[in-house]
């Protein structure tokens, strides 16, 4: 992706915020758009990133228009979006592919969650020394593809190649939390951290946007601005940038 100065990445940010604030007031924004011929009303929402790039703008962006609402990002996420989809399912296909042995499928599943630990790690602001899965760390965008191809159900089918990976951890196949309760990398303090996951950004202005616009007045009358939501709006940007 091209790399964007600070001032050039804030405009990107207010924008697409604008953006998500106008299709979040559409109470049917967040819908994905169904088949009507199917009775089908399951709806599988993997991440954010796979949700931005089915749903439809809203009508209150454009009556004319009912492209999906990605497409409206600037250059820069949209790029993003469109990695993080190349690369799970570059990464999937090396878990699921046929004819390679459980043997080495079963290496692929291990070195997959090494590479989470790493990137927990380097993401591992408060240096603690908990498990990989316990601490408290923002996600990165390694980790994100990764664990969404871990995930994913294509790597579910091998169920047991999970569970002989997690038994050669000594742990449980439950979860990923669990498979992480006892991590093989040893932690090192000399790399640098890994770049914010956009998709906790957008998660973080979504739910900054769903802050009401006006807060009631304890003592009654008209209500007050909430000054506070665009004050975090601005922040959560800030930090993403530096």
């Given at each position: 992706?091209?790399?964007?100065?600070?001032?050039?990445?804030?405009?990107?940010?207010?924008?697409?915020?604008?953006?998500?604030?106008?299709?979040?007031?559409?109470?049917?924004?967040?819908?994905?758009?169904?088949?009507?011929?199917?009775?089908?009303?399951?709806?599988?929402?993997?991440?954010?990133?796979?949700?931005?790039?089915?749903?439809?703008?809203?009508?209150?962006?454009?009556?004319?228009?009912?492209?999906?609402?990605?497409?409206?990002?600037?250059?820069?996420?949209?790029?993003?979006?469109?990695?993080?989809?190349?690369?799970?399912?570059?990464?999937?296909?090396?878990?699921?592919?046929?004819?390679?042995?459980?043997?080495?499928?079963?290496?692929?599943?291990?070195?997959?969650?090494?590479?989470?630990?790493?990137?927990?790690?380097?993401?591992?602001?408060?240096?603690?020394?908990?498990?990989s899965s316990d601490r408290r760390c923002i996600r990165t965008f390694s980790e994100s593809i990764l664990t969404s191809a871990i995930?994913?159900?294509?790597?579910?089918?091998?169920?047991?190649?999970?569970?002989?990976?997690?038994?050669?951890?000594?742990?449980?196949?439950?979860?990923?939390?669990?498979?992480?309760?006892?991590?093989?990398?040893?932690?090192?303090?000399?790399?640098?951290?890994?770049?914010?996951?956009?998709?906790?950004?957008?998660?973080?202005?979504?739910?900054?946007?769903?802050?009401?616009?006006?807060?009631?007045?304890?003592?009654?009358?008209?209500?007050?601005?909430?000054?506070?939501?665009?004050?975090?709006?601005?922040?959560?940007?800030?930090?993403?940038?530096?």
């Amino acid at each position: 992706m091209p790399s964007l100065s600070p001032a050039d990445a804030s405009q990107d940010f207010f924008a697409t915020a604008d953006l998500l604030e106008i299709q979040s007031v559409d109470r049917t924004g967040w819908f994905l758009p169904r088949d009507a011929s199917t009775t089908n009303e399951d709806v599988e929402i993997q991440s954010i990133y796979s949700h931005l790039m089915e749903v439809t703008q809203s009508p209150l962006i454009s009556e004319l228009s009912q492209d999906r609402l990605y497409r409206l990002f600037p250059p820069g996420l949209r790029s993003c979006l469109r990695a993080h989809h190349v690369l799970r399912k570059w990464l999937v296909s090396k878990i699921v592919a046929p004819r390679i042995g459980s043997q080495v499928r079963q290496c692929r599943m291990e070195l997959f969650l090494k590479a989470v630990e790493v990137c927990r790690d380097r993401s591992d602001f408060d240096h603690s020394q908990h498990p990989s899965s316990d601490r408290r760390c923002i996600r990165t965008f390694s980790e994100s593809i990764l664990t969404s191809a871990i995930l994913s159900p294509e790597s579910r089918i091998y169920s047991r190649a999970w569970s002989n990976v997690a038994n050669a951890r000594k742990t449980s196949s439950d979860t990923l939390v669990a498979m992480l309760a006892r991590p093989r990398y040893q932690p090192s303090r000399d790399l640098p951290d890994l770049i914010t996951d956009m998709g906790w950004t957008l998660e973080r202005i979504l739910e900054i946007l769903s802050l009401p616009d006006v807060l009631t007045s304890p003592a009654g009358g008209s209500g007050l601005v909430n000054f506070h939501k665009r004050r975090y709006e601005r922040l959560q940007q800030l930090n993403v940038l530096f």
